[in-house]
């Protein structure tokens, strides 16, 4: 299995390599000021601007957006290993390097603009498509960045389902820490007490109310560079923001996913919204309440005892694999001895 791992993380280098020489372009609307100069004095002829006009810059991001999130949704519903890293060298390469394309807490200041702009809606002019267009003015334009929009709505409809799988498979930040985790020596890890882990587990909802409290008070949009690590695939920042980065990364070597587990506001966001949803939780049996397997096996603290920690839980499949696994997990062990049992004719 490490060796597989080690092959996984060379496609991840590879993928990395091909996607760092051709950034993404972006579709923008067309600059009416660049025409060039018309000598047949054409100037006042309507361009109209088709649907084909609009999605030929945009296709191959779509089409690639499109497949990650194919990938990762069969990824997580086989629960295979391989299939995940995969996922995560995919998500590296292209939503990471390529793009530097994940859901940010400025995402949650549009969220934020949009509920401002419904409750600045003059009462006398109320309606439905008033209240559409005040929400709607906050977030890019639709036609221009359809890939964006099925990404965002991707990562609201699967948290809505089944928690943060956006956390566990399609942010890249999560999928470089993921690698990091795979690749590096188990002994240089370690574990925070228990105590000290549910409690650190709150700074993040903490660090979230903060951020939205600040960007209420000044309307500065630049805070995301100081609680969010995001701007790495950019490679341009100060040095002070290089310094915070190098600090965040030994601590991730050290305590796995420490980043996503403790501090990440987008995290926390997604957290709640699992919290009171999550349509499609992780399984449970009743003799969960007295074996510590999938507890032990969990990275992120998101089991205690018989309870799944909606908030904290990524779905990174891990207990999952233990808990179909009839040779590991208790449940399905109990179920074989009972049948032995009942052949022999001994009451359980």
Known sequence: MRTRLRLLFLLALV????????????????DAGAAADDPWGFEDEEQVETWSDILAPQWVDIGLTSALIVLALV???????????ATLAFTLGYMGFTKS?????TDIFRVVDSGKAVLAIPSADLSMAAVGSAAASAFPDFKYSISWYIFAGFTVLSTLVWGRLYCGRICAWGAFTHWLDA????????????????RANNVKYGL????IVY???THHVNVYRYVE???????TATPLLWAMLVALVLVTVVVRNAYCRFLCPVGAALGLIAQVTTLLPIKRWAECKTCKICERTCDWGAIQGPKIVK????????????YADKDACVHWLIIVKKERWAREGIKA
């Not at 394309?101 to 807490?105: E, G, K, L, P």
């Not at 188990?186 to 228990?194: G, H, N």
């Open 229 to 235: 690590p995001f701007w790495m695939f950019t490679w």
């Open 101 to 105: 394309t994940m859901i940010s807490v």
């Open 183 to 198: 690749v590096l020596p188990k002994s240089l890890r370690k574990d925070p007490p228990v105590w000290l882990e549910r």
């Open 215 to 217: 960007y209420l008070a």
């Open 15 to 30: 993928t990395l390599s091909v996607a760092l020489p051709s950034r993404v372009a972006s579709a923008q609307p067309p």
């Open 75 to 85: 990824s997580f519903n086989r629960r295979s290993r391989p299939l995940k890293y």
């Open 311 to 322: 908030r904290e839980c990524v779905r990174c499949d891990d207990c999952e694999r233990v």
């Open 208 to 211: 979230l109310g903060a951020v």
